[in-house]
């Protein structure tokens, strides 16, 4: 099993920054891609971010230019810094990974707990 861990979030002001992060811990064998999704109340959940493993990413366009996402691929962590936040921004972030257990060729696909982050007007 892997298992993902958030940590990051809060309450800020608009224009204000955050930084999300996620780590990976378990029976890893491979992480092909991580990334965040969000849910705002009563919208479908969105993707925000994604980065593979060769490094490339990908945003959401309402994201694009405020948000930036990483990965430490020797810590199985992937982080989310967020500047110029907007109250449109305010939602549930959920972290993801995508890979290969090190049962083999069995792969994963799991999911953090979700972090609040709120952006006051």
């Known amino acids: 099993q892997v298992q993902l861990v958030e940590s990051g979030g809060g309450l800020v002001q608009a224009g204000g920054s955050l930084s999300l992060s996620c780590a990976a811990s378990g029976s890893i064998f491979r992480i092909d891609a991580m990334g965040w999704y969000r849910q705002a109340a009563g919208k479908q959940r969105e993707l925000v971010a994604r980065i593979i493993s060769g490094g490339s990413t990908n945003y959401a366009d309402s994201v694009k230019g405020r948000f930036t996402i990483s990965r430490d691929n020797a810590e199985n962590t992937v982080y989310l810094q967020m500047d110029s936040l907007k109250p449109e921004d305010t939602a549930d972030y959920y972290c993801?990974?995508?890979?290969?257990?090190?049962?083999?060729?069995?792969?994963?696909?799991?999911w953090g707990q979700g972090t609040q982050v709120t952006v006051s007007s």
């Open positions: 993801y990974a995508d890979g290969v257990t090190t049962a083999p060729n069995t792969p994963f696909n799991s």
